[in-house]
């Protein structure tokens, strides 16, 4: 196997259409919605088959060096082919006696027929097994053709310009507070929603835009020591700073943080800085000769973003919403309390006692929780578990949340190996922004359901596969922009 069909870079591939339909596909996703509409759902299959099909051509010349290329992501590609492979399994009719024995309880839910599935709601998890086949091209398209470190920067470019197209349209409607019915969905922008329906979600979505870019500002970064004696060495480095993509970059996270507090997403704001503050202190551990460049990112966003942009734009009424949450419904605080947002999820863990292995079908929660669910939950619409571990074990298992979990583990230890060995800024900052995405999901998903939201699950998709090409790439290379302001030439 030579070295160039290891590393993938063939310039032999004419990818470049695929690569600019993934581009779109990520902008285009948040948009209807978070794409959590069934037409919308629809139109993502649609876009993946094409995507794939796109990549079977355009590699089909190239076939050995697209196998050695997938070699390299064996591990998450089998995992979410695991995923997918149980999506649709639980859609599969099977013998009755075979349902009997690998899901009592899911036997017992059906009319008796010589034929089951696994799901107790076959359509709604057909549907799911669809979107998991999605986000498993999604990933496998990524991967292939992102193939060296311009495009997996323009990659990262990309979803930051996404979060600031949801950021600046979310603060026009939500200036104006706009009130109108779209899709059938009567959306009031009290609070800033961008293109989503749910406060929550947008914020989940600007985390992982914001954690992207703020691994791309580290990147850009570099190795910069040179220090200026000179008085009009030192002015004319400010002025050059200024004028530099990093300073833009800088401006377009402000924006998306000047979001993220609109939200007033409690979760979500603390989750992006919570991420923000332990995946710092890991890269300063992890990567000593970069830490002062890395102190200083991080202490300029805390600063910057919480004392400046937070009092002037009013990060107080998040704290006052944090302040005003009870531990319980009966102390009378004034936002719902952390006991009535927490209870579908605790009133959803027998569900999976019930259906412990293989669940009870992707999108079969909400009727399934109809028989479990208590009478009242303070006024909350429940059709999400408001905790995706909880959810996603409910309707796959403890198989299915194991598969996940591996994939989100195995994920988080590659790039804290690239934090700590490469030396390429690229994959460092790739690497550091895709585990502060991870954090931030992580803690976000213990009150919310972002991956119950297409559009959001398409992105730490893209996001996680980002880690890994952080990994495998052969040479960090940026933009020649970007280069030159560090001094070098890719």
Request: overall charge positive; aromatic content about 8%; hydrophobic content about 55%.
């Given at each position: 196997m030579?070295?160039?069909a ?12 695929v ?20 037409w ?7 876009a993946?088959v ?31 082919a695991?995923?997918?492979l149980?999506a ?8 009755a ?5 690998l899901?009592?309880?899911a ?11 696994l ?21 496998l ?32 409607l ?12 009567d ?29 791309l ?10 220090s ?16 530099s ?47 002062p ?27 006052e ?9 009966s ?18 863990l ?30 909350l ?74 559009a ?33 030439d890719?």
């Amino acid at each position: 196997m030579t070295k160039l069909a290891a590393t993938g870079h063939n310039a032999g591939v004419g990818d470049g259409g695929v690569f600019f339909g993934l581009l779109a596909l990520l902008v285009w996703a948040p948009l209807p919605l978070g794409s959590n509409r069934v037409w919308a759902m629809g139109l993502l299959v649609l876009a993946a088959v094409l995507l794939l099909l796109g990549t079977v051509v355009a590699w089909r010349n190239q076939l050995s060096s697209a196998q050695a290329r997938l070699y390299l992501f064996r591990w998450p590609l089998g995992l979410l082919a695991a995923m997918v492979l149980l999506a649709w399994l639980q859609t599969v009719w099977l013998p009755a006696a075979w349902v009997q024995v690998l899901s009592p309880n899911a036997a017992a839910a059906q009319m008796p027929s010589e034929w089951m599935t696994l799901s107790v709601d076959m359509f709604q998890s057909r549907i799911m097994a669809a979107l998991c086949f999605v986000y498993g091209v999604v990933f496998l398209v990524t991967v292939l053709v992102v193939r060296d470190g311009l495009r997996l920067e323009r990659l990262a470019q990309v979803l930051v310009w996404s979060g600031v197209l949801q950021a600046v349209l979310g603060a026009a409607l939500y200036s104006i507070k706009a009130q109108y019915t779209i899709f059938f969905n009567d959306v009031s922008h009290g609070r800033l929603l961008g293109s989503f329906i749910n406060p929550n979600h947008m914020a989940g979505y600007l985390c992982m835009c914001l954690s992207v870019g703020i691994g791309l500002m580290l990147a850009r970064l570099g190795h910069q020591t040179a220090s200026h004696k000179d008085w009009r060495a030192r002015v004319l480095a400010v002025i050059e700073f200024v004028l530099s993509d990093k300073m833009r970059l800088r401006l377009l996270l402000v924006i998306m943080v000047i979001a993220l507090v609109l939200t007033r997403s409690r979760m979500g704001n603390t989750a992006f800085f919570a991420a923000m503050l332990v995946v710092g202190l890991v890269a300063v551990v992890l990567a000593r000769k970069t830490a002062p460049q890395t102190v200083a990112l991080i202490a300029s966003l805390v600063i910057i973003d919480i004392f400046v942009v937070g009092t002037w734009i009013g990060l107080e009424k998040v704290v006052e919403r944090i302040q005003e949450t009870e531990v319980s419904a009966s102390a009378g605080g004034k936002s719902e309390s952390i006991e009535v947002r927490s209870q579908p999820a605790r009133d959803a863990l027998p569900i999976v006692s019930d259906f412990p292995v293989f669940g009870t079908g992707g999108g079969s929660f909400y009727n399934v929780f109809m028989g479990y669910r208590q009478l009242d939950y303070g006024g909350l619409f429940v059709n999400y578990a408001h905790n995706d571990y909880i959810q996603i074990a409910v309707e796959y298992g403890l198989v299915g949340l194991s598969i996940l979990g591996a994939l989100v583990v195995l994920t988080l230890v590659t790039v804290l190996r690239v934090m700590a060995r490469r030396r390429s800024s690229l994959p460092r900052g790739i690497a550091f922004g895709v585990a502060m995405g991870i954090v931030a999901l992580l803690i976000h998903s213990t009150v919310d359901f972002n991956l119950q939201i297409p559009a959001n699950a398409l992105t730490i998709v893209v996001v996680l596969a980002m880690g890994w090409l952080s990994h495998t790439m052969k040479s960090g290379k940026l933009s020649r922009t970007a280069a030159n302001e560090q001094g070098f030439d890719p």
